[in-house]
């Protein structure tokens, strides 16, 4: 089968491997469908330097189970995965806070992944409960999102919110939150320097969209009186995503960093100014069981629309050409398929 591997930083490589063995327990997952994350890419750049190469990258997938050694797995299933493989059983574990286990082996991350023809779900994974099995009514189209909509949930619990909110970039994270804090009610400005973009989070509701020229921003801080409720950065968090922030976000309001930084990025607060300002700092990062299970129920409710999110398809085989896609940020999010 045709796989795409992480083989070290700046290094990706289309190889053909074996199709998975499965041995007691394990289950085989054929792949329709798998995302391209901007974790990856990040990976790729060396931005981020958990993963464990060489290593099949890709955990947004939509799939098949086609074999099983699991007396609860069935083949025909759909399904896709919660990626964050982790002990189980350790006060973390316990309380849906499974992302900080001293033990996770990352799908697409540590093991191998569904930018590949099939994947392999160990045992362990099926038996804590890290196989998302899906109704028929879900099309691989938009199960791949369910990992990612998880994520944005899990911020959107976790974040403050009065009645305005500005999202920092409209990439498939940013029109996801679009979706949901329209849906929460909030007045919603999009701020994302790509018209394209723009136009994508106007159709998807958004109540307002700008640029990042001064004159757009200065137009957001008018019409907001000084500044909006909450600001959910979901771009890459680098030194002027971080000014443009706090330049945006009213006196007392909250500003969650939710997306990844280039390596070393750091935020410098003058303590004194930061009391005074009463800024809610904070960050959000993946999902948790619970947000997982709430991001399939919306799934199955149809309550988001993907169609306009999901705009380019490459074959495995050609990964490379999908990866420099997805890093060149054309169209929204970039998918791959067998
Ligand atoms: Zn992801
Ligand atoms: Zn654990």
């Known amino acids: 089968m045709k796989a795409i591997v992480f083989e070290k930083i700046q290094q990706l490589s289309i190889q053909d491997k074996p199709i998975p063995a499965l041995t007691e327990g394990d289950v085989l997952i054929q792949t329709e469908l798998c995302g391209i994350c901007a974790s990856d890419l990040a990976a790729l750049r060396g931005d981020v330097v958990d993963y464990a190469p060489p290593v099949v990258m890709g955990h947004e997938l939509a799939g ?21 493989l982790s002990c189980g059983v350790c006060t973390e574990c316990q309380n849906d806070l499974d992302k900080y286990c001293k033990n996770i082996e990352g799908i697409g991350h540590d ?7 099939y994947m392999r779900m160990p045992k362990h994974g099926v038996d804590t409960g890290k196989l998302i099995r899906v109704p028929d009514s879900i099309p691989s189209e938009e199960l791949l999102f369910l990992e990612p909509l998880g994520c944005c949930l899990n911020a959107m619990q976790e974040t403050l919110f009065k009645d305005s909110v500005a999202i920092l970039g409209a990439g498939p994270i940013g029109l996801m939150f679009t979706q949901l804090t329209k849906r929460a009610g909030l007045t919603t400005y999009v ?77 410098r607060i003058n303590l004194e100014e930061f009391h005074y300002a009463g800024h809610k700092l904070m960050a959000s990062w993946a999902f948790s069981r619970a947000s997982l299970a709430a991001a399939r129920q919306l799934l199955i409710e149809k309550a988001l629309n993907f169609e306009p ?27 791959v398929h067998p």
């Open 191 to 267: 701020v994302e320097p790509q018209a394209h973009r723009r136009g994508v989070a106007e159709t998807l509701g958004a109540d307002h969209t700008f640029d990042t020229s001064p004159e757009s921003v200065a137009h957001l801080q008018d019409l907001t009186h000084g500044g909006v409720d909450t600001v959910i950065s979901s771009t890459t968090n680098n030194a002027s995503v971080i000014a443009l922030a706090f330049k945006i976000v009213r006196r007392g309001g909250c500003v969650n960093f939710f997306g990844l930084a280039p390596e070393g990025e750091e935020l």
């Open 64 to 84: 098949v189970i086609v074999d099983s050694r699991h007396p609860d797995v069935k083949v025909g299933e759909r399904v896709t995965v919660n990626p964050m």
């Open 111 to 117: 093991i191998d992944g569904g930018y590949a023809e």
């Open 309 to 335: 999110l999901l705009t380019h398809r490459f074959p495995i085989a050609d990964g490379l050409a999908a990866f420099e896609n997805a890093a060149a940020q054309r169209g929204i999010k970039t998918v």
